[in-house]
């Protein structure tokens, strides 16, 4: 496949090649079974920051946060937020007042917590198995409380924010997620754990002995393919599923990176991506467990002596001091993309004045492997369109990517983003006889809805029902598709809509809809009780309020 390579030059190379090794059948054994032979190291790591990456909100969890602070005010939506704790439960508050008063006021138990709280907490809620970040976040370093990184600037999107497993990848560990949904669990584990990085480990307990498994036997490019799969940021498109740590991260993975022409701009994971840059990394192949032991048993050598063990005699000035190596050449400032947040630059330099302040350019870079197929390279775009920028120009370029190299349903979607779900239509219906995913067969319904081809997408719908059971979108958009077809009666119908109600019964949408069936079916209270609802969770949800109104006009 031919290569762009006028759009993605690749600046950085892979810290390791992309053959792909044999599966290895090896099964997760959990933290416990490791710490039975190494007591020593799982203590160790026990006090590290990322064994505290992700837990349970209880009442024995470390209260690091100040709870006696005001609330925080989202001007854009106009809501207050405000934490506490009421007994042995964390709660969120989100209100809104008028000349005074509260005019709504929303409660939330919080679930989890999310971050070690080394640089910030965030918080989770679980419901019915359905997991979603908070818009609160506690800012360690600053002492505040905030919007959670993403939320600010009219980009509130208050409790429905789905945290789907690529999201606790890199914060949790012992997760299972429910085949045939986003953000789904039958169970969520805990921090991050020995197996997080060392891959999972019953093989190695049935032959301890055996090479493969140990850390320090791998390559310094194998180890660090762990450390860059949530250390080095980007846009992941993932090539095939099953990576484990000690795994080529190239095999599996193609990450990019936003072009950055201002040097001192980095993000919140920006390590490896910062490192790669660095002089340290290129000739003496320093890699992150040079100066990080992710479970030291024993006092870890001060950076200035790691640094002085390669440059023994300093720089060409003799009154180069000794001391503070880091704070010069590895300076903290503020990350990119979260708020109140102070990290160390990994780009090890001599820092001259820099360019801070420099939009950056369209370009994307990649840094797993030198000459990525351009099929990477368009869904690359495509997703940062999506999740960040929503910049034109991006866009227009995945078309004219996707457009000669595909795949299918990357096309699809990137036509239905630019306004022509006609000419998207048949490039989803080529992707779905290859790619079966529930996003793909989503994206197919939804085109075959927007062209007016409705008995398919009922068909369509009906068949991700099958396969994605426990998926209630696709659920709704079958039972209102049946319901206008004529194929279901209204008290199937809406049956049909309150079961979904009990599922996820903060669903405005679904209230919603379950109203106006209900209020067909002459059944005014419960028309009046999902409305109640719709609005309890969304004040802002206008179909609600007009149909409240016109309901409120009509009673005696």
Same mark, same amino acid.
């Given at each position: 496949?031919?290569?762009?390579?006028?759009?993605?030059?690749?600046?950085?190379?892979?810290?390791?090649?992309?053959?792909?090794?044999?599966?290895?059948?090896?099964?997760?054994?959990?933290?416990?079974?490791?710490?039975?032979?190494?007591?020593?190291?799982?203590?160790?790591?026990?006090?590290?920051?990322?064994?505290?990456?992700?837990?349970?909100?209880?009442? +024995?969890?470390?209260?690091?946060?100040?709870?006696?602070?005001?609330?925080?005010?989202?001007?854009?939506?106009?809501?207050?937020?405000?934490?506490?704790? *009421?007994?042995?439960?964390?709660?969120?508050?989100?209100?809104?007042?008028?000349?005074?008063?509260?005019?709504?006021?929303?409660?939330?138990?919080?679930?989890?917590?999310?971050?070690?709280?080394?640089?910030?907490?965030?918080?989770?809620?679980?419901?019915?198995?359905?997991?979603?970040?908070?818009?609160?976040?506690?800012?360690?370093?600053?002492?505040?409380?905030?919007?959670?990184?993403?939320?600010?600037?009219?980009?509130?999107?208050?409790?429905?924010?789905?945290?789907?497993?690529?999201?606790?990848?890199?914060?949790?560990?012992?997760?299972? +997620?429910?085949?045939?949904?986003?953000?789904?669990?039958?169970?969520?584990?805990?921090?991050?754990?020995?197996?997080?990085?060392?891959?999972?480990?019953?093989?190695?307990?049935?032959?301890?002995?055996?090479?493969?498994?140990?850390?320090?036997?791998?390559?310094?490019?194998?180890?660090?393919?762990?450390?860059?799969?949530?250390?080095?940021?980007?846009?992941?498109?993932?090539?095939?599923?099953?990576?484990?740590?000690?795994?080529?991260?190239?095999?599996?993975?193609?990450?990019?990176?936003?072009?950055?022409?201002?040097?001192?701009?980095?993000?919140?994971?920006?390590?490896?991506?910062?490192?790669?840059? +660095?002089?340290?990394?290129?000739?003496?192949?320093?890699?992150?467990?040079?100066?990080?032991?992710?479970?030291?048993?024993?006092?870890?050598?001060?950076?200035?002596?790691?640094?002085?063990?390669?440059?023994?005699?300093?720089?060409?000035?003799?009154?180069?001091?000794?001391?503070?190596?880091?704070?010069?050449?590895?300076?903290?400032?503020?990350?990119?993309?979260?708020?109140?947040?102070?990290?160390?630059?990994?780009?090890?330099?001599?820092? *001259?004045?820099?360019?801070?302040?420099?939009?950056?350019?369209?370009?994307?870079?990649?840094?797993?492997?030198?000459?990525?197929?351009?099929?990477?390279?368009?869904?690359?775009?495509?997703?940062?369109?999506?999740?960040?920028?929503?910049?034109?120009?991006?866009?227009?370029?995945?078309?004219?990517?996707?457009?000669?190299?595909?795949?299918?349903?990357?096309?699809?979607?990137?036509?239905?983003?630019?306004?022509?779900?006609?000419?998207?239509?048949?490039?989803?219906?080529?992707?779905?006889?290859?790619?079966?995913?529930?996003?793909?067969?989503?994206?197919?319904?939804?085109?075959?809805?927007?062209?007016?081809?409705?008995?398919?997408?009922?068909?369509?719908?009906?068949?991700?029902?099958?396969?994605?059971?426990?998926?209630?979108?696709?659920?709704?958009?079958?039972?209102?598709?049946?319901?206008?077809?004529?194929?279901?009666?209204?008290?199937?119908?809406?049956?049909?809509?309150?079961?979904?109600?009990?599922?996820?019964?903060?669903?405005?949408?679904?209230?919603?809809?379950?109203?106006?069936?209900?209020?067909?079916?002459?059944?005014? *209270?419960?028309?009046?009780?999902?409305?109640?609802?719709?609005?309890?969770?969304?004040?802002?949800?206008?179909?609600?309020?007009?149909?409240?109104?016109?309901?409120?006009?009509?009673?005696?």
């Amino acid at each position: 496949m031919a290569v762009l390579g006028a759009l993605c030059i690749a600046l950085y190379v892979s810290c390791q090649g992309g053959e792909v090794k044999e599966e290895r059948e090896s099964k997760y054994v959990g933290d416990s079974i490791c710490a039975s032979c190494h007591a020593a190291i799982s203590k160790a790591y026990a006090s590290t920051w990322k064994a505290h990456s992700f837990q349970r909100i209880t009442s +024995s969890l470390k209260r690091l946060e100040d709870f006696q602070q005001s609330p925080v005010y989202d001007p854009h939506r106009k809501f207050y937020y405000h934490a506490r704790w *009421e007994g042995d439960t964390l709660v969120l508050y989100e209100y809104r007042l008028q000349a005074g008063d509260t005019v709504y006021i929303r409660r939330e138990r919080l679930d989890y917590v999310i971050g070690s709280g080394h640089q910030t907490r965030s918080y989770l809620l679980f419901r019915n198995g359905f997991l979603y970040e908070a818009p609160l976040t506690w800012y360690s370093l600053s002492r505040k409380w905030d919007l959670s990184p993403g939320y600010a600037e009219g980009h509130n999107s208050r409790f429905s924010r789905e945290i789907q497993p690529s999201c606790l990848f890199c914060h949790a560990s012992g997760w299972i +997620s429910i085949e045939g949904t986003y953000n789904q669990y039958s169970q969520l584990g805990h921090a991050l754990g020995c197996e997080s990085c060392h891959g999972p480990g019953s093989q190695h307990v049935a032959n301890p002995k055996d090479p493969a498994y140990h850390w320090s036997k791998w390559s310094p490019q194998r180890q660090m393919d762990v450390c860059s799969r949530c250390h080095l940021e980007g846009i992941a498109i993932e090539k095939r599923k099953g990576w484990k740590p000690g795994d080529s991260l190239a095999a599996y993975w193609v990450i990019f990176l936003p072009e950055r022409p201002e040097l001192g701009s980095f993000g919140i994971a920006s390590h490896v991506e910062r490192l790669l840059r +660095s002089t340290c990394f290129q000739r003496a192949k320093l890699t992150c467990t040079t100066c990080h032991d992710p479970h030291p048993l024993s006092p870890s050598p001060s950076y200035d002596k790691r640094c002085i063990s390669c440059h023994e005699k300093g720089c060409s000035s003799p009154s180069h001091p000794r001391t503070e190596c880091v704070k010069c050449h590895m300076p903290k400032g503020p990350t990119s993309d979260i708020p109140h947040a102070q990290f160390t630059d990994h780009y090890i330099r001599v820092v *001259e004045k820099e360019r801070t302040h420099v939009r950056s350019s369209l370009k994307l870079i990649c840094a797993t492997e030198p000459h990525p197929d351009s099929i990477w390279v368009g869904q690359a775009y495509l997703k940062w369109y999506n999740e960040s920028r929503r910049d034109r120009e991006l866009l227009e370029q995945a078309l004219s990517i996707l457009g000669r190299w595909g795949p299918s349903a990357a096309l699809a979607q990137a036509l239905l983003l630019k306004g022509q779900p006609a000419d998207a239509l048949p490039y989803a219906e080529e992707a779905i006889q290859k790619d079966s995913t529930l996003s793909t067969m989503e994206l197919y319904c939804y085109l075959l809805e927007m062209v007016g081809a409705l008995e398919k997408a009922l068909d369509g719908w009906h068949k991700i029902t099958q396969m994605a059971p426990f998926y209630p979108d696709a659920r709704f958009r079958y039972t209102l598709l049946a319901y206008q077809l004529g194929r279901i009666t209204t008290e199937e119908a809406y049956q049909e809509l309150y079961k979904l109600t009990q599922i996820q019964p903060w669903n405005a949408q679904l209230h919603y809809n379950a109203a106006i069936i209900a209020g067909g079916l002459g059944k005014l *209270e419960l028309t009046k009780k999902h409305l109640e609802h719709a609005l309890a969770y969304e004040p802002d949800y206008e179909l609600a309020r007009q149909a409240w109104n016109r309901l409120s006009t009509k009673s005696p």
